[in-house]
Structures are given as C-alpha cells and as structure tokens.
C-alpha cells in the first residue's frame, strides 16, 4: 500500500539555507500522542505562506488502520527514514 501522503506540521528554518525543522504528532510507544522534531530539506515541505508557519511533509504511506496510519519520512541522505505511527487526522494521502 505505498503511496504519497502529507503530513500537517510546523515549520521553521533549519541550520542550513535547504533544510527546515517540522514539528508534528505521532503516536508514542505508549499509544499517546507526543511530538516529534525532524530536520528535512525543504523540496519536501509544502509551505502554506498565510498560515503562520503551517505546512505539509511529504511522506510515504506504508499502512493503514482504524484511526492510525503508518509512514516512512524523507530522509535527506537517504530515499527513505523510520517509520512513525500518526494519527490518522494529521495525514492527508
């Protein structure tokens, strides 16, 4: 079931001129939402300009179920990262 999906985040400026820093809820061992910091280029960041420093990460889809959806996210020396559990809600495919 790999496909692309976008996942609603916080972005702010990374150390480097291509890079960003996104915030977003996943799901923690524990089943808790909790939330997570990742640095990304930014060829993988939709920025949304009126909204305050909202956006999408682009990410991909691996699974899906009830309310929860499993994705691998963008690495920027590889294709692909970890894997993170998020609550469906968050994820647009």
């Known amino acids: 079931m790999e496909k692309e999906c976008y996942i609603e985040c916080e972005v702010r400026k990374g150390f480097f001129s291509d890079e960003l820093m996104?915030?977003?809820k996943i799901l923690d061992h524990d089943g808790r939402e909790s939330f997570v910091h990742a640095f990304v280029s930014e060829s993988v960041v939709?920025?949304?300009p009126e909204s305050g420093g909202r956006g999408k990460l682009k990410a991909t889809c691996i699974a899906s179920e009830g309310d929860n959806v499993?994705?691998?996210l963008p690495q920027?020396?590889?294709e692909s990262g970890p894997?993170?559990?998020i609550p469906a809600?968050?994820?647009?495919c």
Do not use: A, D, L
């Open 46 to 48: 939709i920025r949304e």
């Open 89 to 92: 809600q968050y994820v647009t």
């Open 22 to 24: 996104v915030r977003f």
């Open 83 to 85: 894997c993170v559990i």
């Open 76 to 78: 920027p020396t590889m």
């Open 70 to 72: 499993s994705v691998v």
